[in-house]
């Protein structure tokens, strides 16, 4: 039943968005592990007539995602290409649900509503944080500083602009364009007001932009469809986009007037910020590999090697999909990527024409086909523009609402008249690709628990997330969560347990490995007393083997190195240690805490005019006050 399938997706809307947008692994996989049984439950109508989705527009997906996965499954660190593989995945099953198996207005509508659902929560919580609580997070989660930024669920202000951007437009393009009653309309144009509020109490600079450059694109289209159906339309479509427009001017500039924070950021729209040295990290890294790129998630390693004195956070994103898509995939990428877009903006395009032509012969009023379409169209834009400035493509949850917005360019609902049959029995067959994919995925998660029953490990967490435990690499990426927040907490010996539970399940993780060693080394440093002296060196030793077993996994990372290097120095193994500093020193020239470290480290060995050296290095480097943590390195 369509239904079923129907109501999973929105399921994994719901439970992706609950559960900070997916960025991380661990709550990504639930909603993935939904979207594979909604792909699987197109096997009980797969048999039944459709209307097919254009063939172009399906063939530029295969091509571009199969060479993503294939890029991904290829790159050189396996741990760091997972999270973009299962994205990968998750944004095929929803393009291949929504084009090829639920093309009909209804559930597209009934998606659209459960995203707008998701928006007021959203908003909610935002306002909640804007006004009250900037610390306020729902379901125990916690985020960064971020004052009073909005960021509803998710962990970022600018993910949270990005996601209503998308939505607010299709529930503003259903409200001008939708054939439906009076009431309807009015309420989605509050909800697109609503929207629009979160994106100004976001505080998103990229978000601005985006949600100017779209509103324009969505004015453009509705004036040209207003013009192409008659006359009188052209009129209201004119008055409509203008009062849409002008309300949401008078919202944000009441806002804005009511906040001095809010004005603050408008002043910085123009002011260069920590992007520009992120974006030429980025570029560098693209040099390295321009053809096919260096591989997925390899940002991580890149950015820090490239890393430019003014960035001092750990530079995961380049703040620019484009520029990570062509550091990561390469030219081609990047160009499959183009060819993507454009095929499915051209047939989007193609469809407001021909959909607009059968409402002149008609003489309708309106057609909610041509609303999703403009809203669509729209919404892309908003992503597209963002994206520029910020990475929502690389957050799970934006990720699926954007392809779930491509599957309705490549599909309209309506079949184009004096489409050959040959083109729609080719695009019939990309039916089967979505059971495929989901039995796929779930083939891995049984799989997967065969091997643990047979290790006889138990597949039990806290609470609901035992449900989860099935789903590939699931139970790794639990354990490490756990396993990270009891470090955060200063529970060094569940932290331990947690870490080495998880390694039980997952041999490929390096942050397992850094969380048992940082756990052994927790536990080993209060331990000074004479009676417990061989305690203390053999929860060293453990510590040592666990950074020793993550570097296997991840040799450049700094956290592994400079950790390991520590522990040597505990035992005065200063000629060991040297070559592990000098590597971290070598993957991250230009982070001042590096340098500290191994400022400390030839202290102890002796050598203070070296050692005088990376410290003054470190504070050429540092724009703040480091001497606390130059003196816990030293000892005092």
Same mark, same amino acid.
């Given at each position: 039943?369509?239904? %079923?399938?129907?109501?999973?997706?929105?399921?994994?809307?719901? @439970?992706?968005?609950? #559960?900070? &947008?997916?960025? $991380?692994?661990?709550? !990504?996989?639930? =909603?993935?592990?939904?979207?594979?049984?909604?792909?699987?439950?197109?096997?009980?109508?797969?048999?039944?007539?459709?209307?097919f989705a254009r063939l172009s527009s399906l063939l530029a997906m295969a091509l571009c995602f199969t060479y993503l996965a294939i890029r991904a499954l290829c790159s050189p660190i396996a741990y760091l290409a997972r999270p973009d593989l299962f994205s990968i995945l998750g944004c095929l099953m929803v393009y291949l649900l929504v084009a090829c198996h639920l093309p009909k207005t209804a559930h597209r509508l009934t998606i659209v509503g459960v995203l707008l659902a998701i928006a007021g929560a959203e908003v909610f919580v935002g306002l909640v944080q804007f006004y009250r609580d900037g610390n306020f997070m729902p379901f125990d989660f916690q985020r960064g500083p971020a004052g009073y930024w909005a960021s509803g669920m998710f962990i970022s202000h600018n993910h949270f602009s990005g996601y209503l951007e998308m939505v607010g437009l299709m529930a503003l393009s259903i409200?001008?364009?939708?054939?439906?009653?009076?009431?309807?309309?009015?309420?989605?144009?509050?909800?697109?007001?609503?929207?629009?509020?979160?994106?100004?109490?976001?505080?998103?600079?990229?978000?601005?932009?985006?949600?100017f450059c779209s509103l324009v694109v969505f004015a453009v289209l509705s #004036?040209?469809?207003?013009?192409?159906?008659?006359?009188?339309?052209?009129?209201?479509? !004119?008055? @409509?986009?203008?009062?849409?427009?002008?309300?949401?001017?008078?919202?944000?500039?009441?806002?804005?007037?009511? !906040?001095?924070? #809010?004005?603050?950021?408008?002043?910085?729209?123009?002011?260069?910020?920590?992007?520009? +040295?992120?974006?030429? /990290?980025?570029?560098?890294?693209?040099?390295?590999?321009?053809?096919? *790129?260096?591989?997925?998630?390899?940002?991580?390693?890149?950015?820090?090697?490239?890393?430019?004195?003014?960035?001092?956070?750990?530079?995961?994103?380049?703040?620019?999909?484009?520029?990570?898509?062509?550091?990561?995939?390469?030219?081609?990428?990047? #160009?499959?990527? @183009?060819?993507? %877009?454009?095929?499915? /903006?051209?047939?989007?395009?193609?469809?407001?024409?021909?959909? !607009?032509?059968?409402?002149?012969?008609?003489?309708?009023?309106?057609?909610?086909?041509?609303?999703?379409?403009?809203?669509?169209?729209?919404?892309?834009? /908003?992503?597209?523009?963002?994206?520029?400035?910020?990475?929502?493509?690389?957050?799970?949850?934006?990720?699926?609402?954007?392809?779930?917005?491509?599957?309705?360019?490549?599909?309209?609902?309506?079949?184009? +008249?004096?489409?050959?049959? %040959?083109?729609? $029995?080719?695009?019939? *067959?990309?039916?089967?690709?979505? +059971?495929?994919?989901?039995?796929?995925? @779930? *083939?891995?998660?049984?799989?997967?628990?065969?091997?643990?029953?047979?290790?006889?490990?138990?597949?039990? /967490?806290? &609470?609901?997330?035992?449900? =989860?435990?099935?789903?590939? $690499?699931?139970?790794?990426?639990?354990?490490?969560?756990?396993?990270?927040?009891?470090?955060?907490?200063?529970?060094?010996?569940?932290?331990?347990?947690? =870490?080495?539970? &998880?390694?039980?399940?997952?041999?490929t993780n390096p942050n397992l490995y850094f969380y048992l060693g940082e756990a052994n080394r927790g536990l080993a440093l209060p331990m000074r007393r004479p009676g417990l002296r061989n305690l203390r060196r053999e929860r060293f030793e453990e510590a040592e083997n666990a950074y020793q077993a993550g570097l296997r996994q991840f040799p450049h990372d700094i956290q592994l190195l400079l950790r390991l290097g520590q522990c040597l120095d505990t035992e005065e193994r200063f000629e060991e240690a040297e070559p592990f500093y000098l590597d971290a020193v070598k993957s991250d020239p230009n982070l001042s805490i590096v340098h500290v470290f191994y400022g400390a480290h030839l202290e102890k060995a002796g050598r203070a005019s070296e050692a005088e050296a990376e410290f003054q290095r470190a504070n050429e480097l540092h724009h703040h006050n480091i001497e606390p943590l130059m003196l816990e390195l030293r000892g005092h």
């Open positions: 039943m369509p239904y %079923v399938c129907l109501f999973l997706l929105g399921a994994a809307f719901v @439970l992706i968005q609950c #559960l900070v &947008g997916g960025t $991380r692994l661990l709550y !990504s996989l639930p =909603a993935y592990g939904l979207l594979a049984l909604a792909s699987l439950s197109t096997l009980t109508f797969l048999r039944r007539p459709n209307i409200a001008l364009w939708a054939k439906t009653r009076a009431w309807v309309r009015v309420f989605m144009a509050y909800c697109a007001v609503v929207c629009y509020v979160g994106v100004v109490i976001a505080g998103s600079r990229g978000g601005y932009l985006s949600a #004036l040209y469809v207003a013009a192409h159906t008659g006359r009188d339309k052209a009129v209201l479509g !004119s008055v @409509l986009t203008a009062a849409a427009l002008g309300v949401g001017a008078l919202i944000a500039v009441q806002l804005m007037s009511q !906040s001095a924070e #809010l004005n603050q950021k408008i002043q910085k729209i123009a002011m260069p910020d920590i992007r520009t +040295p992120l974006w030429e /990290a980025g570029w560098d890294q693209f040099h390295t590999k321009p053809s096919v *790129g260096t591989g997925a998630g390899t940002h991580l390693y890149y950015g820090r090697l490239f890393r430019r004195p003014d960035v001092e956070t750990d530079p995961v994103h380049t703040h620019n999909d484009y520029l990570e898509l062509l550091a990561e995939y390469g030219v081609l990428g990047a #160009l499959l990527m @183009l060819v993507f %877009v454009a095929v499915h /903006a051209a047939g989007g395009l193609s469809s407001v024409k021909w959909i !607009s032509d059968g409402m002149t012969l008609t003489h309708e009023h309106g057609n909610t086909d041509v609303a999703l379409q403009i809203g669509a169209l729209s919404g892309i834009m /908003a992503l597209l523009v963002h994206s520029l400035v910020d990475f929502n493509l690389h957050i799970p949850g934006n990720a699926l609402v954007c392809a779930f917005l491509f599957a309705i360019l490549a599909n309209p609902g309506v079949e184009k +008249p004096g489409t050959p049959e %040959v083109k729609k $029995r080719v695009a019939g *067959g990309f039916r089967y690709a979505a +059971p495929v994919l989901g039995v796929g995925l @779930l *083939g891995m998660g049984l799989f997967q628990t065969v091997q643990v029953w047979r290790a006889g490990l138990p597949l039990t /967490a806290r &609470g609901t997330w035992t449900l =989860a435990m099935v789903l590939p $690499r699931f139970p790794g990426e639990y354990y490490a969560e756990e396993a990270r927040v009891a470090l955060r907490d200063g529970d060094f010996q569940k932290a331990r347990e947690l =870490a080495a539970a &998880g390694i039980r399940y997952e041999t």
